[in-house]
């Protein structure tokens, strides 16, 4: 499967950047594609393993639900908060368990499962790749379970090949094609995916987890600038960003942006401005979320969960409820510019 460019983050001296401070997304290590010799599109073949809260997950839980995908590929959904200090398997691990009770609502969260694709009831995303004699333990993974063996744990790639081989994996009719045949539109997604990438969607975490302050100011100033040209880019009317039709590049840039007023303006640094001040922007994402599938496929509880529970003192904030409640808010295109 060819690659875009925004798929990794450069790894040039990664471990020299990361002692200076500078957040360095790591390498996926699992690049099988459906489509290979072993793993055939077959419907109810496929299992994803993913966090909600997680916006590289939310890439894949997207294609799933505007492919018309839901039947077809099974899917388990972690706790937003990872494992603690006293757990007796370490900290900071992806745990599938629907027990547990978030600090924001006092309840469990109806969304997470046990795990279910292996079989095996595991606990934690860690142990199937231990399965594999893999010591990596991020989500997205997409799984076969008829061979027992984790495909791809790449997002970008995974909603790739869910867009290639929807119709053979057992997707709706009317579905969406997210990656057209169209050279001159290929080419414009994969443009546009690349700073997307590099700056919205990597550039978010540059600010939020960066402890250099020059790094930050750059990740900031990057971010708000590509805001600024893909609200221009929408004002002259256009309804997603290649044009009239919904695409890779667009479902790529939703889940940052949904993120931004609620959670990435506090928790990321990034209160530069919100959504809701670019007005075409706003119009854009309202636009959008009102795709079926779409607002099914997050959730900004398991996004406000994950991110405020398990930094600072773990209090969840709140707000903002001016001018609305989120995601209620992204109902409404009519709140763009609202002060």
Sequence with gaps: MAQDKGTQENQANAAERRAKGEF?????????????????????????FVALNCPWCHRVTMARS?????????????FPNRTGEDDPAGPNLWEFAPDRIATLTGD????????????????????????????EQSLPILYDKTAGRIVNNESAEILRMLDTHADALGARS???????????????????????????????????FSSDQEVYAKAFADYFETLRDLDMLLSDGRPFLTGDTFTEADLRLFPTVFRHDPVYYLRMKLNGARILDHPHLWRWLCRVYAIEGVAASGSLVHCRQGYFGRSWN?????????????PEAYEHPELAGSA
Excluded: W
Aim: with cysteine; proline share 9%.
């Design 174 to 208: 009317n579905r969406l094609r997210l990656f057209p045949d169209d050279p001159d539109l290929q080419s414009a997604i994969s443009a546009l995916n690349e700073r997307i990438y590099v700056t919205i969607n990597n550039g978010a975490y540059k600010a939020g």
């Design 108 to 135: 469990t969260l109806p969304e997470c499962t046990r795990e279910t694709g292996t079989g095996e009831n595991l606990r934690l995303a860690k142990q199937i790749y231990t399965r594999e004699g893999s010591d």
């Design 24 to 48: 360095v997304r790591g390498i996926s290590g699992f690049r099988h594609a459906i489509g290979d010799p072993d793993f055939p599109p077959e419907p109810g073949r496929y299992h994803l």
């Design 66 to 78: 505007v492919l018309g995908l839901e039947s077809a590929i099974s899917m388990d959904v972690s």
């Design 314 to 326: 773990k209090v969840v904030p709140l707000g903002p409820i001016h001018p609305m409640t989120y």
